[in-house]
């Protein structure tokens, strides 16, 4: 186990020296789910100890936090760490004292991601990180997608520029297909444009993989039906990442581009933290599958909410652990995060539980746990992989014109059109005595939409880019209605 964590640490070198992605496969299939996970607990460790020495912000917030990381010497103590979040870590610190040795000119790469007031967060990366992505990528062009099997154009449909999903993926798989054997084109998100280079290009290849958030790409096949391309005739592979969707859902854009099988959409996770986390296997897409058909198996996997995305990950790449129901991440990114937590909701899942609940499910390929994402728990909503904060709602709600009808209460939903196109719902509380109206509600969804705008560079970049009606729409209920605004409850804006 040690020198395989050994040979993970200096992925840098060993790629150069050639890693062999298919023995690591092998790996994947003969070694135990036990195995794995105490090889990342090992590398999480050592992380540790590395970043507590050479990272002058961690080093200082060990000491604010009275731990001596000399005596943290296994798993157990591990758990004594104080988590980080962009609150306590991220914005206490700057940048530069965030990397390792204070040097942030050894990064080679630095992404960009926005947050609740807007302003940019940079996530500076290294031949380390690219060199991880391209190993998780590669396993699953290969062998989810066969492109060693099939003449494979992939496009790329995530926007490209400093924002992290666009150069996330087309660097991983640059390398992948310099190795393997694949075309890659960087489209980006301009559906006319993707729309004439599969035109133009797909007649010479066996398969066309599609790459990019779930809505666009839903419009892209949706659009390439109408203008009458034969997406049944073609080898079709679709891989998402940003947004989490629903069973009916995923079976809605298999109908709509003329595919039976599930397989062959396939989710992933990830965050501007850490790149790719873990992604959707025939086996994960089976089992949720079977969750959806059974509502008490479902609870005791997940106990309430909704169903779950599930994903497998290998805790030596990111070793994820549970903590209450929030989830915290160890990884050697450009910015070394140790039990960072990106307060996303969800549970770590074993095989073993899996078995037991489901004695007759099928055998996974790779013996690697499932991390069940339930969504935010920071108060967020997604919407067209734009982050929503209440905190943007607010300030458009506690406007003086609109607050001589309304509290300035309101809670904030997504949902779909039959189309399954989303829309972000906003229901507000109307004064004691004060009646709504549509001219209200235009008033209110339009103010809405200039303050998004000015305050979430991800929601100007989507109206700016994105041919969709992006309005909130707002549902005006009476003051203190019982079902979202019931007396004497605390505020819940999601």
Same mark, same amino acid.
Not at 398 to 427: C, Q, S
């Given at each position: ?12 070198? @060993? ?26 607990? #090992? ?6 100890? $590395? ?45 530069? +004292? ?6 942030? !000119? ?10 609740? @007031? ?8 290294? /031949? ?67 729309? #004439?280079?599969? &035109? ?8 066309? =993989?599609? =790459? ?9 096949? !949706? ?8 997406? +049944? ?56 599958? $079977? ?7 479902? !609870? ?6 909704? *169903? ?13 652990? +549970? ?31 899996? &078995? ?8 996974? #390929?790779?013996?690697?746990? *499932? ?24 300030? +458009? ?15 904030? &939903?997504?949902?779909?059109? $039959?189309?399954?196109?989303? /829309? ?10 004060? $009646? ?39 549902? *005006? ?18």
């Amino acid at each position: 186990m040690i020198p395989l964590i050994r040979q993970l640490n200096n992925l840098s070198q @060993t790629a150069k020296a050639g890693f062999s992605v298919s023995r690591f496969e092998r790996l994947l299939r003969g070694n135990s789910e036990d195995f794995w996970m105490n090889a990342g607990a #090992r590398r999480a460790l050592f992380l540790f100890h $590395k970043a507590a020495e050479e990272v002058p912000a961690y080093r200082d917030f060990l000491k604010k936090n009275k731990i001596n990381h000399e005596k943290i010497k296994n798993s157990s103590d591990f758990g004594l760490i104080p988590w980080t979040d962009k609150k306590n870590y991220i914005t206490n610190y700057p940048l530069q +004292a965030r990397t390792w040795g204070g040097r942030i !000119e050894k990064s080679s790469l630095v992404a960009v991601s926005s947050g609740t @007031t807007g302003a940019p967060t940079f996530w500076p990366r290294g /031949y380390l990180q690219e060199s991880e992505a391209a190993v998780i990528h590669e396993l699953i062009y290969r062998y989810l997608f066969r492109i060693d099997r099939h003449r494979t154009l992939l496009l790329i449909g995530f926007p490209m520029g400093v924002y992290v999903s666009g150069i996330a993926t087309l660097l991983p798989s640059l390398a992948v297909a310099n190795k393997c054997g694949m075309t890659v084109v960087s489209v980006g998100n301009n559906k006319q444009e993707l729309l #004439r280079v599969v &035109r133009s290009l797909a007649p010479d290849y066996d398969q066309i =993989v599609l =790459v990019g958030h779930p809505f666009f790409i839903k419009d892209v096949v !949706e659009t390439g039906k109408e203008d009458g391309f034969p997406w +049944a005739k073609k080898r079709l592979r679709m891989m998402f990442c940003s947004e989490g969707f629903s069973e009916e859902w995923r079976q809605y854009v298999l109908r709509e581009a003329g595919m039976s099988s599930s397989e062959t959409i396939i989710s992933t996770y990830g965050a501007s933290e850490f790149l790719l986390i873990g992604h959707e296997t025939p086996f994960t897409i089976a089992l949720r599958e $079977k969750l959806e058909e059974d509502r008490s198996l479902q !609870e005791r996997i997940m106990e309430d909410g909704p *169903l779950p995305s599930l994903f497998q990950y290998n805790p030596l790449f990111r070793f994820i652990e +549970a903590a209450g129901n929030e989830l915290l991440f160890t990884s050697a990114s450009g910015l070394p995060l140790i039990r960072f937590n990106l307060h996303d909701s969800g549970r770590i899942i074993s095989l073993k539980e899996i &078995r037991n609940l489901l004695p007759r499910a099928p055998r996974p #390929r790779w013996n690697l746990p *499932l991390v069940a994402l339930k969504g935010r728990s920071d108060r967020t909503v997604i919407f067209y992989a734009a982050n929503i904060y209440p905190e943007h709602i607010h300030a +458009a709600l506690n406007h003086a014109p609109l607050l001589k009808k309304i509290t300035g209460k309101f809670v904030m &939903r997504k949902d779909y059109w $039959k189309n399954m196109d989303e /829309y972000l719902e906003i229901n507000v509380e109307l004064r004691h005595n004060a $009646k709504g109206s549509d001219v209200m509600k235009r008033q209110i969804e339009t103010h809405l939409v200039k303050i998004l705008k000015e305050i979430n560079m991800e929601y100007l970049f989507l109206c700016n880019n994105l041919e969709k009606d992006l309005r909130p729409r707002v549902v *005006l209920w009476p003051y203190q209605s019982e079902k979202y605004f019931k007396a004497g409850m605390k505020p819940k804006y999601i």
